[in-house]
C-alpha cells in the first residue's frame, strides 16, 4: 500500500478485482465445456461414419464371404462377378463394390456381402483399416480442438498421432 494512499481505495480495488476473477473463471468453464463438447462430438461422428461399413467387415461371423473380380468402373461404384468362399454363400453374376483409389479393374478382391442386397465391402486388414479411416480424419480435427480449445497439449498430439498412424496404415495397406 502506498503510504498517501487511503484504506478505502485498496478495499475498492480489491472489490472491483472479485467480479473479473468470477467473470474469468466462467469463461474459462464455458470455453472448456463448448471445446469438450465439439470435440466429442467429432469423435462421435466419426465412429458413426466407420462404423457403417467396419460393421460388416469385423463382425465376419454368420455373413456370406467370397471374391470378386472388378470387371467394370463407373459412376463411383465397381462391380463385378462373385464367387463364393465361405458356407452358405450363393454365386453372383453381379455385385457392387465402392469405387475408390484401391479397387482397379481386372483385379480381385476379398469381400464380405452386405445383408439383404448385392452391395460388397472389402475384408480382411484392408478393409478393416479403410473402413475406420473416417474415424482417423475426426481424431486429427479433434485433436486441433482439444489444443486450442481445451489447451490439453499432450493429449492433443496423442488424438493426432492415432489418426495420423490410421491413416497413413490405410494408405500403405489399401
Request: net charge positive; hydrophobic share 50%; aromatic share 4%.
Amino acid at each position: 500500500m502506498i503510504p498517501a494512499m487511503p484504506a478505502s481505495a485498496v478495499a475498492a480495488s480489491a472489490a472491483a478485482a472479485r467480479p473479473r476473477r468470477v467473470s474469468r473463471a466462467v469463461l474459462r468453464v464455458g470455453r472448456v465445456a463448448l471445446m469438450g463438447t465439439v470435440a466429442v462430438l467429432l469423435l462421435i461422428a466419426g465412429v458413426w461414419a466407420s462404423w457403417g461399413t467396419a460393421q460388416h467387415v469385423m463382425l465376419t461371423k454368420g455373413r456370406e464371404q467370397g471374391t470378386v473380380e472388378v470387371s467394370r468402373c463407373g459412376g463411383g461404384v465397381c462391380s463385378g462377378p462373385y464367387a463364393p468362399v465361405s458356407a452358405g454363400s450363393q454365386a453372383r453374376g453381379r455385385v457392387v463394390l465402392e469405387d475408390s483409389v484401391a479397387v482397379a479393374e481386372g483385379r480381385t478382391y476379398t469381400v464380405v456381402v452386405k445383408p439383404g442386397g448385392d452391395d460388397v465391402v472389402r475384408s480382411g486388414p484392408a478393409g478393416v483399416l479403410y473402413a475406420w479411416v473416417p474415424l482417423g480424419g475426426a481424431l486429427l480435427l479433434a485433436s486441433v480442438v482439444v489444443a486450442g480449445g481445451l489447451r490439453r497439449i499432450r493429449v492433443s498430439w496423442g488424438m493426432a498421432g492415432a489418426g495420423v498412424a490410421l491413416l497413413t496404415a490405410a494408405f500403405l495397406v489399401v
